[in-house]
């Protein structure tokens, strides 16, 4: 089933996060992503990933990113370790960052085309790395980078990646304003349509119940899966 947005529900016990992400706002140049991991906020601004408590918003770290020209999207190992989007713009290509837990920073993949100007990104079960931009393919890495696999999509442009337990993920494609479930082995199937620009997807775990921001609606919408 598909609802648009409870906004009661969704506010729900994430007080912390509102706090987290309006603590900084005047200081960051343009928020895209943020992730929650443990008891800090990710927030990814336009050249570097800002750290704040969960619970107060007070600012514990700002890694910045030399080079950068467009940060998107940030996942957190449980070593600390960040992995970073880099989508680019029209005159740049993309490339992908690796930020240790002690603010160490690195090319997780080099500027690049190839690339496709890379926008979600997920750690996956078994540690590995996927990522996605605006062509079909989502690709896997080793946390050292290198890749082991590619698995193509029927549509591209790739927003939100949610890694799942089993080895599966869901991903948000823009060209083809859907949501895919894609197994471990097998064919990707559709969870949600009719999306007209889906973002970056979540996942409530507790009532299985996908969660989809609406970029050109501006809202958010709710989708059980079965």
Not at 181 to 190: C, D, Q, W
Request: hydrophobic residues 40%.
């Amino acid at each position: 089933a598909k609802s648009p947005v409870d906004h009661a529900e969704v506010m729900q016990g994430r007080e912390e996060k509102i706090r987290a992400l309006c603590a900084w706002r005047e200081s960051c140049s343009a928020l895209r992503e943020y992730l929650q991991k443990g008891e800090s906020v990710y927030l990814a601004d336009v050249a570097a990933i800002r750290v704040f408590d969960r619970k107060t918003g007070a600012p514990k770290a700002t890694h910045k990113v030399d080079g950068a020209v467009r940060l998107n999207d940030v996942v957190v190992a449980d070593d600390g370790t960040m992995y970073v989007t880099d989508s680019g713009n029209d005159d740049n290509a993309g490339a992908l960052y690796k930020i240790t837990a002690a603010g160490k920073v690195s090319a997780f993949a080099a500027r690049d085309p190839a690339l496709e100007r890379p926008n979600g990104i997920a750690i996956m079960s078994d540690g590995d790395i996927v990522h996605g931009g605006r062509g079909v393919n989502l690709v896997i890495r080793t946390p050292k980078g290198k890749i082991v696999r590619e698995v193509s999509l029927p549509y591209g442009r790739m927003d939100g990646i949610v890694a799942l337990p089993n080895g599966a993920l869901l991903v948000a494609s823009q060209d083809g304003h859907n949501v895919y479930h894609v197994p471990a082995s097998g064919k990707p199937t559709v969870v949600a349509s009719d999306i007209t620009v889906p973002a970056a997807i979540g996942l409530d775990t507790k009532r299985n119940r996908l969660i989809i921001p609406q970029i050109a609606a501006a809202s958010l919408t709710l989708v059980d899966l079965p």
